[in-house]
């Protein structure tokens, strides 16, 4: 398994429903059924990976995210996933909303643009980050939304989205205490755990 | 003689009747006290009865969909492409379950049947039949073969519609619906599509009302006319071009794009005859299927169509329907079907998801329009196959 679906799907309580934006193969949700019966369905647009999670006996819907989500019901699963996959999308605001309409708490992972390899290869290359993380040219990319650990806290601020855990790992999905003391500067993947905030 | 099928062939095949005594309440109220349905059977049902797949048909379909009635038979049945040894629906792994429904026209009691009391064709007297009433004959004939439960229902189209309709009419009895290229309930444009041809046949001066076969003669022109009109709606507008675009036209010598404008007789008649390979390719379709199709059956089977509603009996909510169905749903449409298109498929699996329901869902990208489905368009015969072995699977782990 991926090393950040490793992190999270410490978070997914037994028995639980998932909703998994762009699942992928369908390990994760493979992975989640088995060891701790959750029920999970996934969105996936390509017909490869369809065709795995089917093989997978995973419930898979061949639905692009970009065309929005209403067809899910609110409050309908108990998590929704979203990993390394925001900034694909052509609106990521509106569905991190989506998320926390769907699901009671949703789980983002996305590559952190502040890293500061970006910062450096911005900086002293005056060019966009071409990296072996972010292979493509900035014409070819599919990743047209990429923002930083700090610009996804203010997201959370201005959503009044509250973050349960905040994780950010290198690319070995290795955490460590400086990465925990200078996450968007040494974070290369940043795993959100957020909710609702619920007025108190 | 079997040598001369193909391998992934079921081969020769031999259709049986099965009687039914016990009088069947159709949705009407009307009753019908005794009837026929001609099956056909493909593969070994297991010692424990549960590999049995139920494949229901569409408008025009029957019994017979795989295989071969004789060495001389031309064609095989009409799902031949997915059904047989080693294919999508594998033979070797599962019982798979045929029959012509009640009305049809291949064997199973129908309008051109003798009625008993009269000991004349029924014709327009038989009853209108519904999807309902087509699934609890179904069901009993699955008693009658003593399967418990199927290890999946499968159908396109209005057979797609009878998945639904065993999912929600016997939740328990099923462990996976397969539902193609079908539709919630029909439009107002498929309505309408379905009375210009029951308005063709029953127009036709050799309809009388629907007594012709008393009369030794049958609405040919009506008929072939309803299959003309539905057969363009099977198709899609690209399929078309390229199904007649073989030829230059006259006024474009240098290209084969002609937007399917192939001409009959390789000039224009100035006429009101066949100009275009399309005009004639409409007219031998309406031709064979007038044929072979009794028009009663027809009006019959486009009439179950238009009432198909599950929604009816649950306030117009067809998640309502769903809600005590255990069963795994599998759905898939095709991009170029305008018949029942891909967001037709897409309201079903909103209401699947709203009722709590697992499912999967495919938009298969083909040109060949709503006959995709009886087609062997690579991915979707993959994911067919990649689905029932999966079932297959259960079958086994649920046995150990």
């Known amino acids: 398994m991926r090393p950040d679906l490793e992190i999270i799907q410490q ?89 926390l309409r769907i699901g009671e708490k949703g789980i983002i992972t996305f590559p952190n643009f502040g890293n500061w390899k970006s910062r450096l290869y911005l900086s002293s290359k005056g ?63 940043a795993i959100y755990h957020i909710t609702k905030e619920t007025a108190e | 003689m079997s040598d001369s099928f193909p391998t992934n062939s079921v081969g020769l095949v031999t259709p049986q009747v099965h009687h039914f005594d016990d009088p069947l309440t159709l949705r009407s109220g009307k009753v019908l006290p005794a009837y026929d349905l001609v099956v056909e059977t493909y593969g070994t049902l297991n010692s424990a009865r549960t590999n049995a797949i139920l494949i229901c048909h569409a408008l025009s379909g029957d019994h017979h969909s795989a295989g071969f009635h004789s060495p001389d038979d031309k064609k095989p049945g009409w799902w031949d492409a997915c059904i047989g040894p080693g294919k999508a629906i594998d033979t070797t792994l599962f019982f798979v379950v045929n029959l012509n429904n009640l009305g049809g026209c291949a064997g199973s009691t129908g309008p051109a049947s003798i009625n008993p009391e009269t000991e004349k064709f029924y014709g327009p007297d038989f009853p209108v039949v519904t999807v309902r009433d087509w699934v609890n004959s179904q069901a009993r004939l699955m008693d009658r073969l003593e399967i418990p439960k199927w290890a999946a229902v499968v159908g396109g189209s209005l057979g797609g ?58 609405p040919k022109q009506g008929l072939m006319l309803a299959r003309m009109i539905g057969h363009i709606t099977y198709l899609s507008d690209s399929a078309m071009r390229a199904k007649f675009s073989k030829a230059v036209s006259d006024y474009k010598r240098d290209s084969s794009e002609n937007s399917g404008r192939d001409l009959s007789t390789g000039k224009l008649s100035f006429g009101f005859d066949v100009d275009f390979q399309v005009e004639s390719y409409l007219h031998y379709q309406g031709e064979r299927f007038s044929k072979n199709f009794d028009a009663n059956t027809y009006l019959l089977m486009t009439k179950a169509l238009d009432y198909f509603d599950p929604s009816v009996d649950f306030e117009g909510d067809l998640a309502k329907a769903f809600e005590n169905s255990p069963c795994k749903f599998f759905l898939m449409s095709f991009s170029t079907d305008w018949r029942f298109p891909p967001e037709r498929s897409r309201e079903l699996v909103t209401d699947l998801l709203k009722a709590g329901r697992e499912v999967s869902y495919l938009e298969i990208e083909a040109d060949q329009g709503h006959d995709a489905f009886l087609i062997a368009i690579p991915r979707y015969v993959d994911a067919l196959s990649t689905y029932l072995t999966r079932v297959h699977k259960e079958l086994e782990v649920n046995a150990t």
Not at chain 1, 39 to 56: A, Y
Not at chain 1, 159 to 173: A, S
Not at chain 2, 176 to 181: L, M, R, S, T
Not at chain 2, 190 to 196: R, W
């Open chain 1, 127 to 189: 060019r966009m980050p071409v990296s072996k993380f972010m292979p493509h040219a900035w014409y070819n990319t599919p990743n047209i939304h990429f923002c930083t650990v700090k610009d996804f806290d203010a997201l959370c601020r201005e959503k009044n989205i509250k973050v349960l855990t905040r994780t950010v790992v290198d690319l070995e999905h290795q955490g460590s205490w400086y990465m925990k003391a200078w996450p968007n500067l040494l974070g290369e993947i």
């Open chain 1, 11 to 99: 978070w997914i309580e037994p028995g639980s429903k998932v909703l998994d934006l762009g699942c992928g193969d369908g390990s994760l949700l493979h992975y989640l059924r088995t060891s701790k019966n959750v029920h999970g369905i996934g969105l996936e647009i390509d017909p490869e990976n369809i065709q795995r999670c089917i093989g997978n006996g995973i419930n898979v819907i061949e639905q692009n995210m970009d065309r929005g989500l209403s067809n899910f019901q609110s409050n309908s699963f108990n998590t929704v996933l979203l990993t390394q996959t925001l900034q694909a999308l052509s609106k990521p605001d509106v569905l991190i909303d989506e998320m």
């Open chain 2, 161 to 218: 519609m009878q998945v639904l309709r065993w999912a929600i009419s016997y939740p328990e009895r099923l462990d996976h619906a397969i539902c193609i290229a079908a539709a919630p309930k029909l439009s107002a444009q498929n309505i309408a599509f379905n009375e210009v041809a029951r308005r063709s046949i029953t127009s036709d001066s050799n309809f009388h009302a629907g007594r012709y076969l008393e009369l030794g003669t049958y």
